[in-house]
């Protein structure tokens, strides 16, 4: 740590707030560093012992133009991690830091107890050391180009992971197994059945069940939706490929967990900030400065949509819901706008609740489950689309159905594409066959494209892609030169499903 005293001093008071609030965190280590430093470790993802790549140094290099054209500046970032690290920027005012640090408390209270993030490893600083180690190692024997090379390939589809994969118990492969037995020829002399059905027979036909049995079976046996470990398990790769493919793969699950939160855990973190400020921490001097870059960090545009915005409002809302009783069957089943507007039975359970809430959800589920259509007309919640006559985002829709339906479906899967591999062995020749879940959004063309050569590289047999363009079903196949298409028929049929059809 390298606080200077008078910021330890506040670092020690915060914490004891955030305790005395009933946060529960792990020990949290604060670093002092200057912009430059700062948008380093933010290039990195949060690590600065990561692997060397390209893509972290254009991350840096477009960081540091926008803070010195004064178009964006990166004021704290924290990391899940036992202890959690957090850096401040040494440029940011006395109160700014204050923010800074409740704001952590609430992510570190966050990261630590929200159960998407009970499997992420809480040694991932050390983990990431471990990653670099590797892909160096990897890079003083094959050479620099050789492996950027195939880490840029991996890159390219480390979206093609199943996010709910932490939570789910996977079957172990055991031995193929058929309802088909061994038909014996009968006797009547039970001395005679060594003779007639001899040990050796037996074992020929138990052999043949199983061997017709191994190419019946689907393979893989359920659409899957980890594309990565498919490759990974099957894909003809060499051992220092399979490690950096694996190495690309438990990294997108580390981060996966804080977009699937990430409204939830700005939020929550808002919440936290504001509540120890106002009530604790602020002291009169720093009313203004602290109402000035508090309004900032919630500032909502119209046509954006702002994490810490939503995430805080409904908190608020839910706890102002849960203090005054506005659940349940009575709440629900009162048809009096009035007596719903003015209803408040006192119970008090709003601050429960949102540690509750805190616990156990994800934006999805947040979203889904609270969000309604009064907390929409008082946020002035639209949907907005782009008039072409006009030349500007106009309001499309205030109901509150769409509204809602709208900002699930851009949350799922965080708007990526889900894709499932339907077979290792299309059509028995050794070709990936790959199933786009169409919701109505088309894929990009030029994306899919090269993210099927890139494919087809780690696979190294023919791609072929199954989706819906403009309407039309269709089926692409990349076999390495050239990207072919095929309409299909797009009738009714069986969908792929999650892979939370096993066991959980």
Request: glycine share 6%.
């Amino acid at each position: 740590m390298n606080l200077p005293p008078l910021y330890v001093k506040i670092q020690e008071e915060i914490e004891k707030y955030a305790l005395d609030y009933g946060l529960d965190f792990f020990e949290t280590i604060f670093e002092m560093v200057d912009y430059d430093q700062m948008n380093e470790i933010a290039a990195y993802g949060g690590f600065p012992t990561r692997y060397p790549h390209w893509r972290f140094g254009m991350e840096y290099e477009g960081l540091s133009k926008r803070y010195a054209y004064g178009l964006s500046k990166i004021y704290e970032m924290v990391i899940n991690n036992n202890p959690c690290y957090a850096y401040l920027l040494e440029a940011n005012e006395l109160v700014d830091q204050k923010i800074v640090m409740a704001h952590v408390y609430g992510h570190c209270d966050f990261f630590k107890n929200n159960q998407w993030f009970v499997n992420t490893n809480r040694k991932m600083m050390d983990e990431m050391a471990n990653h670099a180690t590797r892909m160096r190692r990897y890079i003083d024997k094959l050479g620099y180009d050789v492996v950027e090379e195939f880490i840029d390939r991996c890159l390219s589809i480390e979206n093609l992971i199943d996010r709910h994969s932490p939570f789910i118990k996977r079957h172990k492969e055991g031995d193929i197994t058929s309802e088909r037995t061994v038909q014996l020829l009968k006797s009547d002399h039970g001395y005679m059945d060594s003779f007639i059905n001899p040990s050796d027979f037996i074992k020929s036909q138990e052999d043949k069940i199983v061997s017709e049995a191994k190419q019946k079976q689907k393979f893989p046996e359920r659409p899957e939706q980890d594309v990565l470990l498919f490759l990974m398990n099957y894909g003809p790769l060499q051992p220092w490929q399979r490690d950096v493919l694996s190495i690309i793969r438990e990294e997108a699950y580390y981060y996966s967990p804080q977009g699937m939160t990430k409204i939830m855990n700005e939020g929550w973190a808002s919440y936290w900030h504001s509540k120890i400020m106002t009530q604790k921490a602020l002291k009169d001097s720093e009313v203004v400065d602290y109402a000035d870059h508090h309004s900032g960090t919630v500032a909502q545009q119209p046509g954006s949509l702002n994490p810490y915005k939503l995430g805080i409002e409904l908190f608020k809302h839910i706890e102002d819901r849960w203090n005054k009783g506005k659940f349940g069957k009575d709440y629900d089943d009162c048809d009096d706008y009035l007596a719903k507007k003015n209803w408040n039975k006192d119970v008090g359970l709003g601050r429960n609740k949102i540690f509750e809430v805190r616990r156990n959800y994800n934006d999805v589920t947040f979203i889904d489950t609270f969000l309604t259509e009064e907390f929409c007309v008082e946020n002035k919640m639209f949907v907005y689309g782009f008039n072409r006559r006009t030349g500007q985002y106009e309001i499309n829709t205030r109901m509150f159905p769409e509204i809602k339906k709208k900002l699930l479906f851009q949350l799922t899967n965080w708007g990526q594409p889900i894709i499932h591999v339907m077979d290792g062995n299309y059509e028995n020749k050794g070709e990936l066959f790959l199933e786009h879940l169409h919701e109505g959004v088309d894929l990009q063309p030029n994306y899919t494209a090269e993210t099927m050569k890139n494919l087809y590289v780690l696979w190294t047999r023919p791609i072929n892609l199954k989706t819906v363009m403009e309407g039309q079903g269709k089926i692409y196949r990349f076999d390495g030169v050239d990207l072919k298409e095929q309409n299909i028929d797009t009738g009714p049929g069986p969908q792929p499903q999650p892979s939370l059809g096993d066991d959980v």
